[in-house]
């Protein structure tokens, strides 16, 4: 059973600490590589590790930093159990926080006009995810150990950003005025 101090964060945090170690500037750089992944507060990628040093599943050393000194995390022998013992866990479907699916919640609240058009909006955003999962590729190359499992995120990622583009489609289309909606099923 997973322990009851730590969150699914926790767990995010000491998967992203790795094998190399990591500083906390490292650990909000990989979080926002791919903007998808990156659900926590900033602040949280610099209190965490702190908290996990304290309960010792994180070793904490200083390192010349380029402007000052910084604080690099590895994990300890009890990081690594945790994770073992966590990833025998049978896996939950996470509780899913979207703006898309809050702005259709509202949407009789607020009216299709305004609903549809802030969704199209999110073509904008996809577009530079999509872009943001080019580079995490790539990237991915660099770490030989966890490219096979990286790709497979970025995977998945892809096929998400693909089912927000068919949500915004089906919104426009189901939300357009109703002479655009009797126009295009002609």
Request: some cysteine.
């Amino acid at each position: 059973m997973a322990s009851k101090e730590l969150s699914l964060f926790s767990y995010e945090i000491l998967g992203l600490v790795g094998r190399q170690g990591a500083a906390p500037h490292d650990l909000l750089r990989l979080a926002k590589r791919g903007r998808m992944l990156a659900w926590a507060g900033e602040s949280q990628y610099y209190t965490e590790p702190k908290r996990l040093a304290r309960l010792g599943y994180l070793d904490a050393r200083k390192e010349p930093g380029k402007t000052r000194e910084r604080t690099v995390y590895t994990l300890t022998h009890d990081g690594r159990a945790a994770l073992r013992e966590y990833a025998r866990t049978p896996v939950e479907f996470t509780p899913l926080k979207s703006e898309p699916l809050l702005r259709l919640l509202i949407c009789d609240l607020v009216g299709e006009a305004v609903t549809r058009k802030s969704m199209a909006a999110l073509r904008d955003e996809v577009a530079d995810i999509r872009m943001r999962l080019d580079d995490a590729e790539r990237t991915a190359k660099e770490l030989p150990h966890r490219e096979k499992y990286l790709l497979l995120v970025v995977g998945f990622l892809r096929r998400l950003l693909d089912l927000h583009l068919e949500l915004v489609d089906e919104v426009e289309r189901d939300l357009a005025p109703a002479r655009s909606r009797t126009a295009a099923r002609r």
